[in-house]
């Protein structure tokens, strides 16, 4: 279908005069009495629904299987008709739902039957349903904007469904050619007047669906007519139609008809019994949808086809059995399969207030859920930006990695790649840096891949160089995102010190790394793109780097000799950062730590337990010493006084 | 889209064609060196391709069947466009095409998507010298315009039959090349079968829109959030140069070709990104969101072919910026970091899909019908009921009231209002004993609202205004002052 086709636009045009007030002949027990309590009571008598509120309930729920079924892009526009027309909504898509169009006709409440039926007319409606057809869209104001200069081809059509009482097949012509003349009238209008091209439109199409509705039992003074082309415009068509349920069964049939449905009947839906829960039955459900959704069947020439259904003789119905999911729980189930899928779509179901049509579309709903907020920025460009910063240093196969083996590195790694780091990122960038010096000093393995290498593979030093190159590769592919990541570099470069001789040796001697190099060389190329307008500033850092570098040399200086073997657990080192002044040279741990502590201590009080703590332990409720015995017995703990 | 290559043998494909000084060749013979030239191109450049050679006179044979099922068909029909004469010639079937029974169809148009190529083993003078092209065009036509014909350039010879079949491959056969991207990973890629151009809607654009050959993911999704999702094509996607995923793919396609091989297994030794791709979906169990074009994104994913084997595929969505009502507009999705807390919970036990519609479908929101005469009596019955429980179901008794009556003043159904006014009034003449004494205030307070409504006077028939419950105290307090 077509998004401008007629179903893009279709106006109700329901007629509010007095006669309309007439009862529909056709009763309705509401005082079903409950067995047990039917001793001596006459029930209430029956009522009938007025033919205006047949009118009402059956164009309701044309509109509810229609917006169901297409929630956009297909809009209705009501209009009630008494001494004047009365267009309860708009086109814009927040009138498009069954609440606005409830509280509207609740505002304009049954007919008069004392007004004066000279006065009334159906007519005020029609004219008001061609002047809201040539009202533009928002859709079609969307589609005119995007197609510019071709803006002409965006489509005019609509549909008008008046559901009125007739007086005669004259009467039901008179009718047609006020319509006819009425866009006749509106579209010269547009043709000459600039106004229309911007809120306006003329109408290529209209459809016209007359209704002629009657109580029960009476003769239709009105014959249907098929549809008829009355000008090149306008085709309009006749339907008579006893009120009641007649009168919501045609509108079912038409609401099929125009919006191209079809039904689907689900058998064999095991439910619980409403009296015995334990007990459950099968039921059948019919569900309306667009009618793309038989076209595999219909190909395959294995039809369903089951015959009329049970709600209305005209349509025929596919049906399917109902086949209960492996798990219940759809949306949280561990298994999820993606399965081939052709095609998806709405529905809505026949009879929707049926305990078995609840039972289905409950089980079908899930719990509400929550939705994102959507920021400024447009959060798919957000995604591939991150996807970005993600694969600047992605190595794809394990055996070319290692970094991505170890766990210490873990907290670099994962934070490294954020467009923006915390204070509290950079510490812990700073902390796994340190952690990693460590381990060199004290010559722990790397998990370095030995495939592909002869004997026993590179050094352990050899290692550990392979180790901070592909690091040092990791975070320069970042140092453009803050300065923050720049600081980590810094003190990357400040703690992978290394004697340049040693350097130039190593240089000379191996080519094996030229795989990882390899892999450097394509991040740094990305970064020289990218960063050559912050050369100068680079300059600055690198310079800086330098004199890091410097001082870190200057206190490796005396490196692997008498310094204290490090045998302290590595947890330790986290939690205890405080440097006990002691013999032998300072470790650059904790050098970096000393500093750290003491530009934190700047910031807050030192808590008093620490400060009068012994040998980094301090006594707690040392105040129970000083109080008396009685009371800490009253707390029911036991003293040790 | 698999192929069957329709072969005219008849007796007029064996005429000779002049070519000055050298050996005579026959029509046939050009056709047959077309014909491998689109095999050997299919061979190598189009490897997964299914085709079958039928050959025809005035009967038919079927030389090389298919191996696999088809949805749609590419039909290659090589003749020489002499179409004989009297019953079961070309002529008479067209002119005697109405005439047909209903067992006895036209094959015209196939039952199923097709696309009809005729390769004339002649000129365009030639065939336009008789009706032949005429009736090869209404071939055409009859299978829906989805076809054409090719007519050599020039004087039959081996080279204009080869720019015949050029302009065939060019237009059916050239296989879809593209570059899958990831950030900056990235790899060369196939998409096969090719992804057709696509018509969205005929009026407002009719352009057919096509897909980028730069095919760059955006994100990554859980199989269970995007859960089965209509698609409109599904494509293998194969790394280019590596051999080996093909075979895997099961083309049976062995490669006598020695350097080929090698250059194969040194593709093979590098480490492609449709791998470490595919390995990854299969495990997360994800599926990643591509963008094929500018509003119009895909999916790809691991599909297994059996317990063994398994292939990174493609699927098409519908053009548009929101192709899957459940996910919402594919441009506001985006990653998990940027919200402000993580959608899919601490544990990892929620999901933010699907997403709730705005306004609520009539099934989801509790909507009043009452066209079956059932309908009513459920509403009121259920009223009834919880007025016989009352006060402990004071709140359901009003709301059940409230629903009804905002119905009953929609419809415009009055009588109803005041039918049930009278209901709960006889109701509380025949409440028992024991009942307590809120039951009869609040049934008496309820008919009263009600009556007044169904006056319809704006006072009492506002719609968005509720029957509240009376307020009444019988505790101790009030029992005292009583």
Redesign the interface.
């Known amino acids: 279908m ?3 086709s007629e179903s893009h636009k279709t106006v109700f045009v329901v007629d509010h005069c007095p006669y309309m007030a007439e009862s529909c002949r056709q009763h ?5 009495l ?1 067995k047990n ?1 039917t001793q001596g ?1 006459i029930p ?1 008598a029956p ?4 033919l ?2 047949c009118s ?3 164009s ?2 044309y509109c ?2 229609m ?2 079924i297409f ?1 956009f892009k297909k809009l209705v526009n009501f209009i009630v008709s008494d001494s004047g027309a009365h267009v309860l909504n708009s086109w814009t898509q927040e009138d ?3 609440q606005e ?3 509207a ?7 008069n039957p004392r007004a004066d039926p000279e006065c009334c007319s159906i007519l005020h409606g029609l004219v008001a349903a061609v002047e809201t057809l040539c009202k533009i869209t928002e859709y079609q104001h969307e ?1 005119r904007t ?2 510019m200069e071709n803006a002409e ?3 005019n059509r609509g549909r008008i469904i008046c559901i009125t009482n007739a007086k005669s097949d004259s009467h039901v012509r008179m009718l047609e050619d006020c319509v006819q003349e009425t866009i006749h009238e509106h579209n010269k209008l547009a043709a000459n007047s600039d106004h229309f091209s911007l809120s306006l439109m003329q109408i290529q199409k209209c459809e016209l669906v007359l209704i002629h509705t009657y109580p029960v039992g009476e003769d239709s003074l009105v014959s249907d007519r098929p549809k008829k082309e009355l000008s090149p415009v306008l085709t309009s068509e006749v339907h008579s139609v006893r009120a009641g ?1 007649h009168l ?1 069964t045609k509108l079912n049939i038409l609401v099929q008809q125009h919006f191209d449905l079809a039904s689907t009947t689900i058998t064999n839906i095991p439910m619980k019994e409403e009296q015995h829960a334990n007990t459950s039955a099968n039921y059948d459900v019919e569900l309306l949808h667009h009618k793309d959704a038989h076209v595999d069947f219909l190909k395959s020439g294995d039809s369903h086809l089951g015959g009329g259904s049970r709600e209305g003789p005209f349509k025929e119905t596919i049906t399917l059995k109902w086949c209960t999911p492996r798990t219940n729980n ?4 561990s298994i ?9 779509y ?1 529905i ?2 026949v ?4 305990r078995p ?2 039972c289905l ?1 409950n089980f079908l ?2 719990d ?8 400024l920025e ?7 930006d ?7 240093y ?1 190595p ?2 394990i055996s ?1 990695t290692t970094i991505f083996n170890m766990q210490a590195v873990v907290p670099l790694a994962s934070v490294i790649v ?1 467009e923006s780091l915390t204070e509290e990122d950079v510490l812990n960038c700073q902390k796994t840096i340190y952690n990693l010096v460590d381990m060199e000093r004290k010559n722990d393995p790397l998990p370095i891949s030995t495939v592909g290498t002869r004997g026993k593979g590179p050094k352990r030093d050899e290692q550990y160089r392979i180790m901070w190159n592909e690091l040092e590769t990791l975070v320069r592919a970042h140092i453009n995102n803050s300065e923050k990541h720049q600081r980590v570099l810094e003190c990357l470069m400040a703690c992978r010190s290394k004697p340049p001789e040693e350097e130039e040796r190593k240089k000379r001697g191996r080519k094996r790394e030229d795989k990882e190099d390899k892999s450097e060389k ?1 991040v740094k190329d ?1 970064e020289q793109e990218k960063s050559w307008q912050d050369s100068e500033r680079l300059k600055g850092i690198l310079e800086r780097g330098k004199e890091e570098l410097a001082e870190a040399e200057i206190i490796k200086d005396s490196p692997d000799s008498p310094e204290p073997p490090n045998k302290k657990p590595l947890v330790e080192m986290d939690e205890t950062p405080q440097v006990e002044k002691s013999k032998g040279p300072v470790s650059l741990l904790s050098l970096w730590s000393n500093r750290i502590n003491t530009a934190n201590s700047r910031k807050h009080q030192e808590f008093a337990g620490r400060l009068n703590s012994v040998n980094n332990r301090a006594e707690l409720y040392q105040h129970l010493k000083e109080e008396n015995g009685m009371e800490t017995t009253e707390n029911g703990k036991a003293s040790r006084q | 889209m698999p192929t069957v290559v329709v072969m005219d043998v008849s007796l007029s494909m064996t005429r000779p064609v002049s070519i000055e000084g050298s050996e005579e060749y026959q029509r046939k013979h050009l056709a047959a060196h077309g014909l491998t030239m689109l095999f050997e191109h299919m061979a190598t450049n189009y490897k997964l391709e299914f085709t079958a050679l039928v050959v025809f006179s005035s009967l038919w044979e079927l030389m090389v069947p298919f191996t696999r099922d088809y949805n749609t068909l590419q039909i290659v029909l090589v003749t020489d466009g002499c179409l004989g004469i009297g019953r079961g010639s070309l002529r008479h079937s067209l002119a005697t095409q109405n005439q047909r029974s209903e067992s006895n169809r036209f094959p015209l148009p196939f039952p199923f998507p097709s696309k009809l190529y005729i390769m004339c083993m002649a000129n365009l003078e030639e065939l336009q010298s008789t009706d032949s092209l005429e009736c090869l065009e209404r071939l055409i036509d009859l299978n829906n315009g989805e076809g054409q014909i090719f007519t050599i350039d020039g004087p039959l010879c081996l080279k204009n039959v080869q720019s015949m079949f050029g302009k065939l491959i060019d237009l059916a056969y050239t296989p879809f090349h593209a570059v899958l991207k990831c950030g900056h990973l990235t790899a060369d890629v196939q998409v096969f079968p090719r992804p057709e151009p696509f018509v969205v809607d005929e009026e407002i654009d009719p352009v057919p829109k096509v897909i980028n050959t730069d095919l760059e993911i955006v994100g990554f999704i859980d199989i269970a959030d995007i859960s089965s999702p209509p698609v409109l094509s599904r494509h293998l996607v194969l790394p280019i140069a590596l051999n080996k995923e093909g075979d895997e793919v099961g083309t049976g396609i062995t490669d006598d070709n020695e350097d080929e091989n090698s250059a194969n297994q040194i593709a093979g030794k590098i480490p492609n990104f449709c791998v470490l791709l595919h390995g990854s979906l299969k495990v997360e169990g994800m599926v990643a969101i591509v963008q094929l074009g500018p509003e119009w994104h895909g999916m790809l994913y691991s599909q297994a072919d059996s317990k063994k084997k398994s292939n990174l595929m493609m699927s098409l969505f519908e053009p548009g910026p929101e192709p899957l009502p459940w996910l919402g507009k594919m441009a506001q999705l985006g990653p998990i970091s940027d919200a402000k807390e993580n959608p899919y919970g601490e544990d990892d036990n929620k999901s933010p899909f699907p997403l709730q519609p705005k306004n609520k479908r009539s099934y989801a929101q509790n909507v009043t019908v009452w066209i079956k005469p059932s309908g009513l009596q459920t509403d009121v019955q259920k009223i009834l009921r919880n007025a016989r429980k009352l006060p402990e179901k004071t709140q359901t008794f009003y709301k059940e009231l409230n629903r009804l009556r905002k119905a009953a003043l929609a419809f415009g159904f009055l009588d109803l209002l005041k039918g049930v006014a009278d209901m709960l009034e006889r109701e509380c003449t025949l409440l028992p004993e024991t009942a307590h004494p809120d039951a009869a205030f609040q049934l008496t307070h309820a008919a009263q609202q009600l009556k007044l409504a169904s006056t319809g006077t704006c006072e009492y028939a506002a719609y968005d205004q509720n029957i509240t419950p009376l307020h009444t105290d019988f505790s101790g307090s009030s029992t005292e002052r009583m």
């Open positions: 077509k998004i401008f309705v027990e509401f005082d079903m409950v309590r009571i209430l009522i009938s629904k007025s205006w509120t009402v309930e059956s309701m729920e509810r299987i917006y169901d929630p498009q739902n069954l169009l409830m509280a006709l609740a505002a304009v409440g049954p007919p589609a995007l197609l081809r965006v489509g349920r919501a759809i949306v949280f189930s999820s399969e993606l399965h081939y899928c052709t095609g998806a709405r809505s179901p009879d929707v207030n049926s049509s609840s579309t709903l899930n509400p859920r929550y939705k994102i907020d959507g920021s447009v959060p798919l460009e957000r995604a591939k991150q996807l970005e910063k993600h694969t600047r992605w794809m196969i070319q954020k394509a990305y």
